[in-house]
C-alpha cells in the first residue's frame, strides 16, 4: 500500500455521493501529500487515542496487537493459506517468546488485506483477584520485550550487521527464516505497545541470504584424551566411555572409522580405557557448535583432564 491508501479508500466510500465525493477530494487535496504510510498514520491515530484516554482515565492502557505481513507471488488475495499457517505462526510465537526470555502465548484475531496480514495479540491471563468482576489483562510486559529485541534483530540481519550480541535468538529466528524461504515469502512485523509506541522492521530475500550464510559451518580439530570405563559397545564401531562413576558424569561416544580395529582390540564392557581422539566441533558464523563427534586415534599414554563439557 502508499501512504495515501486511506486517502483512495475514503474516496471510493463517497463515490456514490459527487457532491460529498467532490467535497471530500478538495479537503483531501488541502491537506497535500501524506509522505507517511498506514503504519504511521494509525500509529498516530493511536497516540493520539492514548492522550485522549489519560486525560479521564491517566492509567489507560491501548490494546496491544501484532501484525505480520506477508508478501510475495501468491499474496495479492489477502488471504492466509492453511500450509502458510501451519509453517510460519508457532515458529513465530516462538520466535518471540525467546527473544522475550519467556513463554508468550498469541492468538490470532483476524486477516486483512494489503498483501496478506496477520493480526494478532497476546493471549490474555486472569488477574490474581478474589474479585469475580476481574478482567483480563495482557502480558504486556513480556510481549513489548520480545518484539522490541526482535524487530531490533530483524533490521540487523537485513543491514547484514553483526548479530552476535542476539546468538541465543538465532537458531529461532533461522526456523522463520526457513519457512518464508519455502513459500517465497517476506515478512513485515509491526508492534504496537500499550503506551501508544510503534516498532517494526522485515525480514525480507536479503535478510533470508544472510540468515543462511550465517549458518554454514567449519570444522574446528582438537586432539585430546578421553579416560573412563566403557559402557556401551555397537557393531557399527562405536565406544560409549563414561569418565568418571557418579551418575550424571560425562558421556562420550568414540567413533572408530575402521570397526575392526575395534574389534581386534577384544573390549569389553567395564574396562578402563584412554583413548586419544579427534575432537571435532562444527562451528557456525556465530560461534555456536552445530555438531561434535569424537574419533578415536589410538591409545594414549597416559589420562589427562577434558578441557571441555560433552
Known sequence: MTGDS???RRRALLGDDPAE?????????????DDRDDEEIEAEHRASRLAAAREYAPDARLDEELQLRLTGP???G?????????ALLEPVEHMVSVAAGTPVQLELTGISTGSTIVHARPVTSRTESADPDAIDVPATSAASTGLGTLTTLLDALEAEHDIRAWARLFDAVEAVSRALGRYELDLGVTWYDAEGQMSRARLTERGRRYVKRLRETNDLDQEITISGRITELRESGIVKVKTGTAKNAPAFEVRFEEPEELLRMRPGLGDNVHFLVRFRQQLDSLGIARSAEYTYLGQAAEQTSLPFEP
Open 6 to 8: 486511506w486517502r483512495e
Open 21 to 33: 465525493a467532490e467535497r471530500a477530494a478538495r479537503l483531501l487535496d488541502e491537506l497535500g501529500t
Open 74 to 76: 501468491e499474496t495479492d
Open 78 to 86: 489477502g488471504a492466509l493459506r492453511f500450509q502458510w499457517g501451519d
